[in-house]
């Protein structure tokens, strides 16, 4: 249902508000004039820019999503998240930073439904999860706030009382369909960190042959490459 004033969005399952777009005035939009308008690049260097966010509103306690990062929580905990794709050495496990890939979607999930957002916006972005007040509820849930340093506001929002695998099927019409793997990444695939040769890598390869072990795929890493 479309509310214009105030713009709001909501979403019923079964006659039950299970997601509220922009609740609380959430919807920013940042131009490049604005003071304090300014991020940091991959090489920590001031940028200008401008900014937009919009906030999600679940009604559920438990939100997930947000990939890939190495935390030792499966739901989301209260906190700001970064989408940016980093290959980061030594990445301390634990902990809510951001990983080789960002997916910008989040998930609210309760005994009745579950609830979802994509946020369809390439550009780095932020995401800010805090327990709030839903206010055509009444009770208390989880609220997911992005941030994007630029793109255009362009989101996706859908619901299902069949449990999480609905949302996810629906997730894979929207974006795609996980392709099948080529049958060479179902054999043995050799990987080592390590500074490396084209010299060294014909030995290894001799090596397997001489051993009779199969070997499908050689990973070079950074050094190498």
């Known amino acids: 249902m479309f509310n214009f004033s105030p713009f709001r969005i909501l979403q019923y399952i079964n006659g039950e508000i299970t997601l509220v777009v922009n609740d609380g005035d959430s919807l920013r939009y940042a131009p490049p004039t604005a003071p304090h308008n300014t991020y940091m690049d991959e090489n920590d260097q001031l940028i200008e820019g401008y900014e937009i966010g919009l906030g999600f509103s679940f009604s559920a306690m438990n939100v ?98 069949q449990g999480p695998k609905a949302n996810q099927n629906t997730l894979s019409e929207l974006t795609g369909f996980a392709p099948l793997p080529p049958i060479h990444s179902l054999g043995y695939h050799y990987c080592k960190y390590e500074e490396n040769s084209a010299a060294l890598m014909m030995q290894r390869d001799a090596d397997f042959t001489y051993y009779k072990f199969p070997v499908d795929v050689f990973w070079s890493d950074l050094f190498y490459t």
Do not use: C
């Open 64 to 161: 997930y999503g947000l990939p890939q990062r190495a935390s030792d929580s499966f739901s989301l905990p209260v906190g700001n998240y970064r989408l940016f794709n980093q290959d980061k050495f030594l990445h301390p496990y634990g902990t809510d930073d951001p990983l080789y890939g960002s997916w910008p979607y989040l998930t609210g999930h309760n005994t009745t439904s579950d609830a979802s957002v994509v946020w369809m916006n390439s550009a780095e972005t932020y995401v800010g999860i805090e327990v709030a007040p839903n206010s055509f509820t009444g009770q208390q849930g989880m609220e997911g706030f992005f941030i994007s340093v630029g793109g255009k506001f362009e989101f996706f929002i859908f619901g299902s009382a």
